[in-house]
């Protein structure tokens, strides 16, 4: 199964509310990063987050990581349309050389 | 500007033909990456590569090959081998290649099979 599973898969909210997606892994990790996929395009890299740091900002949005529950969330805050897309995190598995994708949260912000 | 470009867009795969998809990157980035994605799926690895002349299978290597003759270039060829290549194929690259590094996205090439 994957590495990181995204919870839930899909969530639809209004604009201007605040989305918040999870995010699980099974093992150690060197860091986790979010990305942003616009439907039939490519990922685009939103944050990064080290296994020794807890929160991270960048924006409207806000990373926290839980090695001891191995776990983090992405929250967006004042949600635009604009933020409609899918949501994947990725892990830096400790000995492996490559990122492993979960399946993604598909985020709706309707107007 | 620099980036990832991938071509063409959309292809359509004979049964028994092989299809070759183009990454060019211009970022000067050692590491590249192929990806298939499956409709509302994540992303699994083809195969990678951390310098030229040199590149590993991924997750999902079998029916696909590659080459990297050129640091800014790194096709995909899905063979007749890949009995169901019907997906999203994605080409990333990184600074260098380790799992630390941020991706960089191409747009992306939708094979089809007729």
């Known amino acids: 199964s994957q590495q990181g599973e995204e919870d839930p898969q899909a969530l639809s909210i209004q604009e201007g509310e605040n989305a918040t997606m999870n995010c699980s892994y099974k093992?150690?990790?060197?860091?986790l990063q979010w990305y942003r996929q616009n439907s039939g395009r490519g990922l685009v890299h939103l944050i990064l987050?080290?296994?020794?740091?807890r929160e991270k900002h960048s924006g409207r949005l806000r990373v926290t990581l839980d090695t001891s529950k191995k776990s983090s969330s992405l929250l967006i805050t004042a949600s635009r349309a604009a933020d409609t897309a899918s949501y994947f995190c990725a892990t830096d598995v400790e000995g492996a050389q490559k990122l492993v994708f979960g399946q993604g949260t598909r985020l709706t912000i309707n107007p | 500007d620099g980036g990832i470009t991938q071509s063409p867009k959309y292809l359509f795969r004979k049964e028994g033909q092989n299809v070759t998809l183009s990454c060019e990157q211009n970022l000067n980035h050692d590491a590249m990456y192929w990806y298939r994605q499956d409709p509302g799926q994540g992303l699994r690895l083809i195969y990678y590569s951390q310098i030229v002349n040199d590149f590993q299978k991924g997750d999902i290597a079998e029916g696909y090959s590659v080459s990297r003759e050129k640091k800014e270039s790194f096709p995909l060829t899905v063979t007749s081998a890949q009995k169901n290549p019907t997906a999203f194929y994605l080409c990333?690259?990184?600074?260098?290649?380790?799992?630390?590094?941020?991706?960089?996205f191409g747009s992306g090439t939708q094979l089809s099979v007729l």
């Open positions: 990333a690259s990184s600074r260098m290649g380790q799992g630390g590094e941020k991706l960089f």
């Open positions: 093992t150690s990790i060197n860091n």
């Open positions: 987050i080290r296994s020794n740091e």
